[in-house]
Nanobody
Framework: VQLQASGGGLVQAGGSLRLSCAAS????????MGWFRQAPGKEREFAAG????????YYADSVKGRFTISRDNAKNTVYLEMNSLNPEDTAVYYC???????????????????????WGQGTQVTVSS
C-alpha cells in the first residue's frame, strides 16, 4: 500500500491545518492507521491513531483536545484536523498503516511505530509564533 500525505504548510500560532493521507494500491478499511510526527533533532513520536472502523481513536497527551483523527474508508483516506496549533507542533507529519489486521485492546500498540509497516513520505507543518 502506498500512502501520500498532504496538507502541511506554514501557519501562525493558533491557526489550523487539515492533513490528508491518501492510500493507493490496497484498501485500508481493515487497517489501523496512525499519524506520527518528527521535530528537528527529536525522535519520531506518536500523535494520533484510529481503528479500522473509526470507532476508536487515541491521541498523544500533547495533542489531545486540539487534534482530531478521522477516516473515510470509501475514499481510502485518513485525516488529521489540527487546531490551536503552537510552535511545538512544528514537525514533519507521517501517516502510517498497520496491516496486521489485529484489533488491539487499549492504546499501547497504536502508539508504537514498529507496529506500522507502511509509511507515507511526510508533510511539513511549520507553526510560527
Amino acid at each position: 500500500v502506498q500512502l501520500q500525505a498532504s496538507g502541511g504548510g506554514l501557519v501562525q500560532a493558533g491557526g489550523s491545518l487539515r492533513l490528508s493521507c491518501a492510500a493507493s494500491g490496497r484498501t485500508i478499511n481493515r487497517y489501523i492507521m496512525g499519524w506520527f510526527r518528527q521535530a528537528p533533532g527529536k525522535e519520531r513520536e506518536f500523535a494520533a491513531g484510529i481503528s479500522w472502523s473509526g470507532g476508536t481513536t487515541y491521541y498523544a497527551d500533547s495533542v489531545k483536545g486540539r487534534f482530531t483523527i478521522s477516516r473515510d474508508n470509501a475514499k481510502n483516506t485518513v485525516y488529521l484536523e489540527m487546531n490551536s496549533l503552537n510552535p511545538e507542533d512544528t514537525a514533519v507529519y507521517y501517516c502510517a498503516a498497520d496491516t496486521s489486521g489485529i484489533s488491539y485492546s487499549g492504546n499501547y500498540y497504536y502508539t508504537r511505530a514498529y507496529k506500522y509497516d507502511y509509511w507515507g513520505q511526510g508533510t511539513q507543518v511549520t507553526v510560527s509564533s
